[in-house]
């Protein structure tokens, strides 16, 4: 029990009490039945939680217990800090072992975590992961989707998924309590979460092939946004109306899709601009002009991105123009 645990600012409970337990839990977790210790030997439960409007996060270690729950709109993501986990499932254990991270609705019934095991549980209103499926275009039910890929370790993204839960969690232990108390942050939070979430869902329902995954019609709308606007007209604000979704949406669908942020796909698109227009432009076209026409009107910092990107000075690609 020396380690220590995630959020532990928040609801932070320790007990011996299996009564206490169930109360906490089902706190944390609407829909628990019961929980049961083990017998036979010393038992204690440390479970903190954070609530983020649909979306709880919990952390908790434990001499081993297994819950039982009864069936509700709501998904839940275990993901083992360390230790493993079992599912039990009409008398059935299937053994969990140490997986990045596996989906289990409530409707599934019984989950056993193994003594000396520590997770970090994220618990979502379906209908607030629908919410976020129809977002990226896609309307299935994730309930039964969840069901069905129960116990599934490698579902495509399920890894990165994990590193945003923990960190969320981090950044929730470190931002100042007045933060915290703020409903755009948790808001914001909440909504990262369920979009990573229900992207794991899509891609899983999404028929295998050998091409590009396609984008969702966020990302869709606002990279034509992107390359139908030149660089003075450009503004935040219009690509995220174009894009029909919040800005917070669409940085969230290019980190996910196109593992990226607006800002530096912006300047990619830009940097290439300049360097066609230094390789094909007329043979008068100076590194300024270039620049400024690409949407760059520092001359360091141009220079700067270009050598990083392309590593050569503007002024060397110009040269072999002029040849």
């Known amino acids: 029990m020396a380690r220590s ?15 206490v337990a169930l109360e906490s839990v089902r706190l944390r ?17 440390v479970s903190n939680a954070a609530r983020l409007g649909p979306v709880t996060l919990v952390a908790s270690e434990s001499g081993g217990y297994a819950i039982d729950t009864e069936p509700a709109r709501q998904l839940r993501v275990p993901m083992p800090l360390f230790g493993s986990m079992a599912l039990v499932d009409r008398g059935e254990e299937i053994d969990l072992g140490r ?33 976020a499926m129809r977002l990226l275009d896609c309307a299935v039910d994730p309930v039964p989707l969840a069901d069905r890929f ?15 839960v923990v960190g969320a969690i981090r950044e929730i232990e470190d931002v100042p309590e007045r933060i915290l108390r703020l409903e755009r942050f948790r808001r914001a939070r909440a909504e990262a979460l369920l979009l990573h979430l229900a992207d794991v869902l899509v891609r899983a329902v999404a028929p295998r092939s050998t091409g590009e995954r396609p984008k969702s019609r966020v990302v869709r709308r606002a990279l034509e946004y992107i390359e139908a ?22 940085q969230i669908a290019f980190r996910r899709e196109l593992d990226t942020t607006v800002g530096e796909w912006v300047r990619g698109l830009r940097l290439a601009k300049a360097r066609a227009l230094l390789r094909e432009g007329p043979p008068d076209l100076t590194v300024t002009q270039a620049a400024e026409l690409a949407g760059f009107y520092h001359p360091g910092r141009f220079a700067s991105a270009y050598r990083a990107a392309f590593g050569e000075n503007p002024s060397e690609t110009g040269r072999r123009r002029r040849r």
């Open 5 to 19: 645990l995630p959020l532990s600012r928040f609801n932070v409970l320790t007990t011996e009490e299996p009564d």
């Open 29 to 45: 977790q609407p829909g628990v039945r019961t929980i049961d210790p083990p017998r036979g030997r010393s038992w204690r439960l």
């Open 99 to 131: 997986a990045e991270a596996f989906l289990v609705p409530a409707t599934r019934g019984r989950v056993a975590f193994r003594p000396g095991s520590g997770l970090v549980l994220l618990s979502a209103d379906a209908d607030a992961v629908a919410e």
């Open 150 to 164: 129960a116990a599934e370790t490698r579902l495509p993204g399920l890894s990165t998924f994990r590193r945003t």
């Open 229 to 250: 606007t030149p660089p003075e007209a450009f503004s935040y604000a219009a690509l995220a109306a174009s894009a029909g979704a919040s800005l917070r949406t669409v």
